[in-house]
């Protein structure tokens, strides 16, 4: 490997904030998220309020010279937060860091009509960007989801969300059981019909430690689930919302400048129960080198809480990323992006060109066999290559294939 280069990341570029919500009406089969059923009345939402306030407050005496570009309420089932919390987290923030101007501040939603009946709430509290969480548009197949929701619901809440925001978004899992080229294609067209510019589609994966994993249940076949997954590319791309990351779609302009802050290495706090964050610093101004920090606060709600009030935050570990592991971080998720890796950009963030921290043989054969394309800006992957984009990031950083899946 090359020796390392001085290199300068913006330590003062804007800053990224989640906020994570760990509770649900009830935990989904599929779902291997930090959640839970929520339990009446077990916590109260004053007391996770408090505790996110002051977790915000830590963070703040380390970061609070950046302003904030972007907020992010997931979980979880964040619009089950009464406003008046989300409104008091959000004015927390504004206090202790500077919002941008065009601070987009998003809130995951369920659709159920409860949670839509709160959506004037949540822009009155700030929010200007509701991500709702339709799943199926067949009733039979939210029930197999374990949805807590109807498609007349979801209807209505997009309904309710067009009317309120200026930018929503909402996310389909497609690949379910049973489901066939033709039933995908008649959903995903009523899908785009009732776009706004954005939408997120997944393809189911059985995770381990779900219920669906425990009952034996498979994910698609690896031919039909290509055979989607490219359908899905190009009558989204029709559409005027291609893939700006294996699963998000948008019109260009309208791309979730939040989670571009992760795919494109940026920093970012992670505030709440299981909630991971990405700090680069700059310890010695002598030598220009930077560290980047991984933080991860406590998973269990009930052990993070506790925390909190003891120590004002739940931060179980800060770890400095060593050279190599930002190095494969910034790859794995850069090549998400069909912008691909910014040769600038990565100099900048991990002190290494490109030419040098891939393999140069691997480099070479998949540019030869049109899987990617290297430039001066960068390196990206072709229509052909995001389909076995694991495969392809195994080999440009030398190691083991991954899954081959595409989403
Ligand atoms: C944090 S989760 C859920 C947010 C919100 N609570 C909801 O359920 O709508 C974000 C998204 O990940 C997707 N997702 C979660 N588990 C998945 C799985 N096993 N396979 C595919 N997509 C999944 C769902 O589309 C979900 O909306
Ligand atoms: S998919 Fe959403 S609603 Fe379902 S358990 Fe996971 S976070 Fe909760």
């Known amino acids: 490997m090359a020796t390392d280069r001085p290199?300068?990341?913006?330590?003062?570029?804007?800053?990224?904030?989640?906020?994570?919500?760990?509770?649900?009406?009830?935990?989904?089969?599929?779902?291997?998220?930090?959640?839970?059923?929520?339990?009446?009345?077990?916590?109260?939402?004053?007391?996770?309020?408090?505790?996110?306030?002051?977790?915000?407050?830590?963070?703040?005496?380390?970061?609070?010279?950046?302003?904030?570009?972007?907020?992010?309420?997931?979980?979880?089932?964040?619009?089950?937060?009464?406003?008046?919390?989300?409104?008091?987290?959000?004015?927390?923030?504004?206090?202790?860091?500077?919002?941008?101007?065009?601070?987009?501040?998003?809130?995951?939603?369920?659709?159920?009509?409860?949670?839509?009946?709160?959506?004037?709430?949540?822009?009155?509290?700030?929010?200007?960007?509701?991500?709702?969480?339709?799943?199926?548009?067949?009733?039979?197949?939210?029930?197999?989801?374990?949805?807590e929701h109807s498609v007349d619901e979801a209807l209505r809440a997009l309904d309710i969300a067009s009317a309120i925001f200026n930018r929503y978004t909402f996310d389909l899992i497609y690949a379910r059981p049973g489901q066939g080229q033709g039933d995908w294609a008649d959903e995903l067209e009523q899908a785009l019909s009732l776009a706004n510019g954005h939408v997120s589609l997944y393809q189911l994966t059985i995770e381990p430690g779900t219920a669906?994993?425990?009952?034996?249940?498979?994910?698609?076949?690896?031919?039909?689930?290509?055979?989607?997954?490219?359908?899905t590319q190009e009558m989204c791309e029709d559409a005027g919302l291609p893939a700006y990351e294996v699963s998000n779609h948008a019109k260009p302009g309208l791309e979730s400048r939040h989670n571009l802050t992760y795919w494109t290495g940026g920093?970012?706090?992670?505030?709440?129960?299981?909630?991971?964050?990405?700090?680069?610093?700059?310890?010695?101004?002598?030598?220009?080198?930077?560290?980047?920090?991984?933080?991860?606060?406590?998973?269990?709600?009930?052990?993070?809480?506790?925390?909190?009030?003891?120590k004002?935050?739940?931060?179980?570990?800060?770890?400095?990323?060593?050279?190599h592991e930002r190095l494969e971080e910034l790859v794995l998720s850069g090549l998400r992006l069909r912008d691909g890796l910014d040769a600038a950009r990565f100099v900048a963030q991990c002190g290494q060109d490109l030419a040098t921290a891939l393999n140069?043989?691997?480099?070479?054969?998949?540019q030869q066999a049109e899987l990617i394309e290297v430039d001066t800006r960068g390196v990206r992957t072709t229509a052909q290559g995001r389909l076995i984009l694991n495969a392809i990031i195994a080999r440009l950083l030398d190691e083991p294939p991954l899954v081959t899946a595409p989403a």
């Open 360 to 366: 140069a043989e691997a480099l070479s054969d998949l």
């Open 312 to 323: 004002g935050h739940a931060t179980a570990k800060v770890r400095e990323l060593s050279r």
């Open 7 to 147: 290199h300068r990341p913006d330590v003062n570029a804007p800053l990224a904030l989640y906020v994570h919500w760990p509770w649900c009406l009830s935990k989904c089969p599929y779902c291997d998220f930090n959640s839970r059923p929520l339990v009446p009345g077990e916590r109260d939402q004053i007391d996770y309020r408090g505790a996110i306030l002051r977790e915000l407050e830590h963070y703040a005496q380390q970061t609070n010279s950046r302003p904030l570009s972007s907020i992010f309420f997931g979980g979880g089932t964040p619009s089950l937060i009464a406003p008046a919390t989300i409104h008091a987290i959000i004015d927390a923030a504004q206090r202790h860091w500077s919002l941008q101007s065009d601070c987009e501040i998003t809130l995951e939603a369920n659709p159920t009509s409860i949670e839509a009946a709160k959506f004037r709430a949540f822009q009155d509290a700030g929010v200007n960007r509701v991500s709702i969480g339709v799943q199926a548009l067949n009733d039979e197949d939210l029930q197999a989801l374990g949805r």
């Open 212 to 231: 669906f994993f425990r009952q034996n249940r498979v994910e698609a076949e690896e031919d039909l689930a290509a055979d989607l997954y490219q359908m």
């Open 267 to 310: 920093d970012y706090i992670g505030v709440g129960p299981g909630a991971h964050g990405r700090l680069t610093a700059q310890p010695d101004g002598a030598t220009g080198m930077t560290v980047t920090r991984a933080t991860h606060q406590i998973a269990d709600p009930a052990r993070w809480l506790e925390s909190v009030s003891k």
